[in-house]
């Protein structure tokens, strides 16, 4: 509830594949017990240009999505578009370059989030 930022009144939009744990917590634990929407977006191949036309044409308040994606939205240079109702953003995984973090916040006048969770403290 609280890393995620979640209300009753939020949209929730996380870009994890099914397959990966993140996509349960960040799809349907959190936001069900958060009771926010989720939204859900049929996209076979990450394309930061159809990231950032999904984030500006639906009210999306929160977006989730891996630091490898955030890299791929920077560099295509979202600040263009605009995301009128994002409010807050969140990653995980493999850590996110200082870089990154200053140009989001550049390009969409937004902060990321960055969460470590269990799965980034497993030791073989």
């Known amino acids: 509830r609280y890393w995620m930022n979640l209300a009753p009144s939020d949209i929730m939009w996380n870009t994890s594949d099914t ?4 996509s349960a917590w960040g799809s349907v ?5 958060c009771g926010s929407c989720v ?6 191949q990450f394309k930061p240009e159809v990231i950032a ?5 639906y ?3 929160t977006f989730c999505t891996a630091p ?5 939205l920077v560099q295509h ?6 995301f009128l109702s994002l409010k807050h ?5 493999e850590a996110l370059n200082p870089e990154v973090f200053t140009k989001w916040k550049t390009q969409t006048g937004l902060e990321i989030h960055e969460g470590y969770g269990q799965t980034e403290t497993v030791r073989l």
Not at 68 to 72: G, H, I, L, N, S
């Open 59 to 61: 009210p999306i308040t």
């Open 77 to 82: 240079d979202v600040s263009s578009y605009k």
């Open 68 to 72: 490898t994606a955030f890299r791929m």
């Open 39 to 44: 939204f859900v977006h049929n996209m076979p």
């Open 29 to 33: 634990f959190t936001p069900w017990i």
């Open 53 to 57: 036309e999904t984030l500006s044409r």
């Open 89 to 93: 953003c969140v990653t995980g995984g």
């Open 19 to 22: 397959g990966w744990a993140k």
